[in-house]
């Protein structure tokens, strides 16, 4: 953190502070704030977090006065938010990628949600594509037995999921959590610096018995890839890569990942087979060596009883995640909705 950092203190009582990282995203800083001052609830208040940037954010920020933390040096998405999430007072904290414009209901539906019940850790909204509006982005996140991540709803219409419902992770561009559980299952994993660390902390939630869920009413446009620039680069492929035996060894006790082990390889052949065709298969390798060679320095996952019972549920979901996933892909690739 630079010795210029600003010190920031919520004035009031707010119920959630809405955290913005940043990484030159000069770009999107207008039309987000412009959203957000369009929103039915006030009960918030503003922090951005920018990770070093050299596009001119910092000034932006400073000029209209926008309460900001300045790091020194890029600490990727997961030291920012980290930051942040330790700066805030409140007992919601909502994560909002700056490439995102959302609704005036946002932050009212996202906290009502909240509030149904203390058990509920995150909520993941209703994420469309900014530049496709009739197309869904993120209806929250899900995980495979096969080791797959993947965007539940991406792709398809966006006039669909119109369910509250359980997901296996919020999507951390724009999602809410309930602050205090950080403190109890621990914060964004700074070894994954950006990459599944949302799919990670939702799963550390799992474990301990929270649930993630998704709201349909809190609707936000999202532009997508707005600091890495492309779906598949060299630097996404290696990190994903890496941070997927991160995932499995933290959070899989040793009989599960045993359990796993043969549907995990076939998932990781096909992605393998995946990336070759599009060029990135040297980064996907680089990446699995990476994880595999450094997965020790990540804190694992105490298992003991009570995690036992929630890996088994658990197990369940990644089983009925996989049969979603592969609907989905039909319904997108082959029929077209």
Request: proline share 4%.
């Amino acid at each position: 953190m630079s010795d210029s950092q600003e010190r920031w203190e919520p004035e009031g009582g707010p119920r959630a502070t809405i955290i913005i990282p940043n990484y030159n995203g000069l770009k999107f800083m207008e039309p987000c704030f412009a959203a957000l001052d369009k929103q039915t609830c006030r009960d918030f208040s503003l922090l951005v977090v920018d990770n070093g940037s050299t596009d001119g954010s910092v000034e932006w920020l400073k000029e209209n006065q926008v309460p900001s933390i300045f790091l020194s040096e890029n600490t990727g998405f997961s030291g920012a938010v980290n930051v942040g999430i330790r700066e805030a007072k409140t007992p919601y904290v909502i994560l909002l990628n700056n490439d995102t414009e959302p609704e005036p209901a946002y932050v009212e539906e996202l906290v009502r949600a909240m509030d149904r019940s203390e058990k509920i850790f995150s909520v993941s909204s209703k994420m469309i594509q900014l530049y496709q509006k009739d197309k869904m982005d993120d209806a929250g996140d899900m995980y495979t037995v096969l080791g797959w991540a993947y965007q539940r709803g991406v792709g398809r219409p966006s006039q669909k999921y119109r369910r509250f419902s359980r997901v296996f992770s919020a999507c951390a561009g724009a999602a809410i959590y309930r602050r205090e559980v950080f403190e109890k299952i621990g914060f964004f994993d700074e070894m994954h610096f950006a990459y599944l660390e949302d799919l990670d902390i939702g799963y550390r939630a799992r474990l301990a018995g929270y649930d993630n869920v998704y709201c349909p009413k809190a609707v936000v446009y999202h532009v997508g890839s707005g600091t890495s620039g492309s779906k598949y680069n060299s630097f996404k492929v290696r990190l994903a890569a890496r941070n997927n035996i991160y995932l499995n060894y933290k959070n899989m006790p040793d009989w599960q990942l045993a359990l796993n082990a043969l549907p995990i390889l076939l998932g990781m052949a096909v992605k393998y087979r995946f990336f070759k065709g599009l060029g990135f298969e040297k980064d996907y390798v680089d990446g699995v060596k990476e994880g595999w060679k450094t997965r020790k320095k990540c804190k694992r996952a105490v298992d003991n009883l009570e995690m036992r019972k929630h890996c088994l549920s658990i197990e369940g979901e990644l089983i009925a995640g996989t049969f979603l996933y592969v609907w989905e892909f039909f319904n997108r690739k082959v029929l077209g909705r």
